[in-house]
């Protein structure tokens, strides 16, 4: 915007005493910021984030089984948030932090 509003009071400034260095400044200004407008608005490579999640120990996706029902759990089912692995049954809806006692 900065660049536009310079481009203009360059060419208003060279409508008044027609010197030809303000007219081409004012113009390569306003190219400028038309050219920065036009890359603000087009978007760029979208960016894809995987999350994996390395469970420690002798936890086990595919042997994860659901403390309320006792259904099986696929890696689908389990999620990191605020910094804790949660998992969610999609049987019974339970939900709960999943914790590993201490190997000692």
Not at 22 to 43: D, E, N, P, Q, T
Not at 72 to 80: F, G, I, R, Y
Not at 82 to 103: A, D, M, W
């Amino acid at each position: 915007m900065v660049l536009g509003l310079g481009g203009l009071i360059f060419l208003i400034a060279a409508g008044q005493s027609n010197t030809a260095p303000r007219v081409i400044i004012g113009v390569v200004l306003l190219a400028a910021a038309v050219f920065l407008l036009f890359l603000a608005r087009s978007k760029g490579p979208e960016m894809k984030i995987t999350q994996q999640i390395d469970l420690s120990g002798d936890v086990h996706p595919e042997q994860l089984k659901c403390k309320a029902c006792g259904a099986q759990l696929d890696a689908n089912s389990v999620t990191l948030r605020e910094g804790g692995i949660f998992v969610k049954c999609p049987y019974c809806g339970t939900e709960y932090q999943l914790e590993e006692e201490p190997k000692w």
